[in-house]
């Protein structure tokens, strides 16, 4: 009894990490000004922060990725960093020769208290005394012990629309916010914009920059990203669309322009599933005066078609979804949809607000609220496995390991994917992307059936 006693007070104690269920803060802000035209990232802190990013988004989007770095080393957590953050600007400045630098601090530079935006205040007070006409710099804090890379990407967002963004004549264009998601998301969320006759603004947008065409000469910025002038106009827009359900409050971009610049925000759940695509479609028929084109009416009604062709295959079915949570909001609604039981919900993710999200777009559709784990790595969510009994895992690369142990097929998405080809390219948002979705998921579950049986079942 004692012994028993014990060893719960022992488990309950356990407070280290074992492969986080997030990354860095500062990746996401990194990706972010990755997404801006004429951009180069910079990160204030040590060299060992920039290779740690650049190997992650390397392995997922298969590009080359620059990002520069302050490289601070021991001598700089006494005397603090600021020569070497006006040093590295001066020689990214001179050989890239950007349009922006985007700085986002790290756990170091934060640690020591550097003033970012004070050193950077006096390096635009000495280049100007020189004569030199500098690119715009954009900062922002980010570091990790203070959040998520999903965190430091909305941070990024704000950082710009804040730094940047000016109030101009009154336009038709649309602001676009969509949050963590895909380059193929943000191809067919702006054909999307296009579709609808709608002239948009997309921040940010690394749809080419970070899945590019092969090229004979390696560019020191690749082209695309969102244009400068258009996140300076974005306070003349008509409207802001905000894509997620955990966003709430005035610390995000969308708030922001409504609160500055009285820019009406239309915030929405990311757009996966028919429920939730839908509700993006009701926004762009009103913001636009037109219906929805026919050739996504018909997207549409394919989905429907298949959810009534696959649901023998899936329904009743447990799943554990994980990752980033706005992703983790947005499959638990197409998860309750297609009758796929979410019995855990788990993020790295400590917004406070993905219990009540989920609760709102499962409600009313499964015989329990699913279980919702904030802040949490994959040892925490092994543990609950064993009395779910999940049929899949569905959620980025950093689930392998548990997948493989536990013998659970893993459905990969989101971010990172680095032990798969194309993840840069899957589709999540929209018709289109769930019906891709869908379709990788009754094929997966068939594939378990099929594999386990000893006829082996050519036909399903």
């Known amino acids: 009894m004692k012994v028993a006693k014990a060893a719960k007070a022992a488990k309950a104690a356990y407070v ?72 590295g600007l001066r020689n990214v400045i001179a050989k890239y020769r950007p349009g922006l630098v985007g700085v986002a601090s790290t756990c170091l530079t934060e640690t020591i208290g550097d003033d970012v935006p004070h ?50 004549e009154a336009t038709r264009a649309v602001n676009l916010l969509p949050g963590f998601v895909s380059p193929a998301d943000l191809r067919h969320l702006k054909d999307l914009l296009s579709d609808f006759g709608l002239p948009g603004t997309v921040l940010p947008d690394y749809s080419e920059t970070l ?51 009285d820019v009406p925000l239309r915030r929405l759940g990311t757009p996966i599933g028919l429920r939730e695509a839908d509700r993006l479609f009701a926004v762009l028929e009103d913001l636009s005066g037109r219906p929805t084109p026919r050739s996504h009416a018909l997207e549409r009604g394919r989905l429907v078609d298949a959810y009534v062709d696959g649901h023998k295959y899936v329904f009743g079915k447990k799943a554990v979804v994980f990752g980033e949570e706005d992703l983790v909001v947005g499959l638990a609604s197409f998860l309750a949809e297609i009758g796929v039981r979410p019995v855990l919900c788990a993020s790295g993710g400590k917004s406070g607000r993905l219990e009540e999200a989920v609760r ?78 869908y379709d990788t998921l009754v094929n997966a579950l068939l594939e378990v059936k099929q594999e386990g049986s000893q006829i082996g079942y050519g036909y399903l």
């Open 16 to 87: 280290s990490t074992t492969n986080a269920c997030k990354l860095c803060k500062p990746l996401g802000a990194c990706l972010v000004f990755r997404g801006i035209e004429g951009a180069v990232p910079f990160l204030h802190g040590s060299q060992g922060c920039a290779t740690y990013m650049r190997r992650y988004l390397i392995s997922h989007f298969r590009e080359p990725v620059d990002i520069a770095s302050s490289s601070l080393g021991e001598k700089h957590a006494v005397f603090g960093g600021g020569p070497n953050l006006k040093q």
């Open 119 to 168: 050193l950077l205040k006096e390096f635009r007070a000495e280049a100007a005394g020189a004569g030199v006409d500098g690119p715009e710099i954009v900062s922002v804090s980010t570091p990790s012990y203070a959040g998520t890379h999903t965190e430091g990407f909305h941070v990024a967002v704000r950082g710009l629309v804040d730094q940047l963004a000016r109030g101009r």
């Open 211 to 261: 899945d590019g065409p092969a090229l004979e000469e390696y560019p020191l910025i690749p082209e695309g990203g969102t244009p400068l002038e258009a996140i300076r106009g974005m306070g003349g827009a008509s409207a802001t669309i905000e894509l997620g359900r955990t966003l709430s409050g005035p610390g995000t971009a969308g708030a922001l322009l409504a609160e500055r610049y």
């Open 360 to 437: 709102k777009v499962t409600e009313g559709l499964l015989p329990d609220p699913p279980q919702v784990r904030e802040g949490v790595d994959f040892y925490e969510i092994e543990e609950e496995l064993e009395a779910l009994e999940p049929d899949l895992l569905i959620g980025h690369s950093k689930g392998y390991p548990l997948a493989k142990k536990r013998g659970i097929p893993l459905l990969r998405v989101g971010f990172p994917i680095h032990d798969r080809f194309g993840g840069q390219r899957l589709l999540h948002l929209g018709y289109r992307g769930t019906q891709a979705l």
